[in-house]
């Protein structure tokens, strides 16, 4: 059966794109090894982070809640920590595994490769 070509086409709006905390030129220069880190908890809470791969490190921070987006390249590990060190509920979901990591703490740290197998644990 044929569908005509826009039967399943949608536009990302930028309202979407900023809950990404991407903006459109932005994703037009993303590579197929894009992914998210959705950061959720203590809203208001001060994140700091570093994203680590074989591109080298970045550095993040925001707000709770906000997202990620980081073009990955190989194996990559990441760590982000309350900014003030103390331990309030603290979430992270990334490449749109379909349960978040929840847990009170003040730190959350794992890796992840570049085909999906990864780790994730709170830190005291």
């Known amino acids: 059966m044929d569908f005509p070509e826009n039967t399943f086409a949608f536009e990302i709006t930028d309202q979407d794109l ?37 591109s080298g ?19 990559l ?17 990334y490449k749109n595994i379909p349960t978040p990591f929840i847990a009170t703490t003040s730190r959350i740290t794992g890796w992840t490769d570049t085909n999906w197998a990864g780790a994730i644990q709170a830190e005291p």
């Open 57 to 75: 490190s970045r550095e993040v921070k925001g707000k709770l809640p906000f997202a990620i987006v980081h073009t990955q390249h190989g194996k």
């Open 77 to 93: 590990t990441f760590d982000f920590r309350m900014a003030d060190g103390l331990t309030r509920q603290f979430g992270l979901q």
């Open 18 to 54: 900023a809950r990404l905390g991407v903006t459109r030129p932005e994703l037009d220069v993303l590579g197929a090894q894009a992914m998210s880190f959705q950061l959720t908890g203590a809203t208001g809470a001060q994140i700091m982070g570093t994203l680590t791969d074989e």
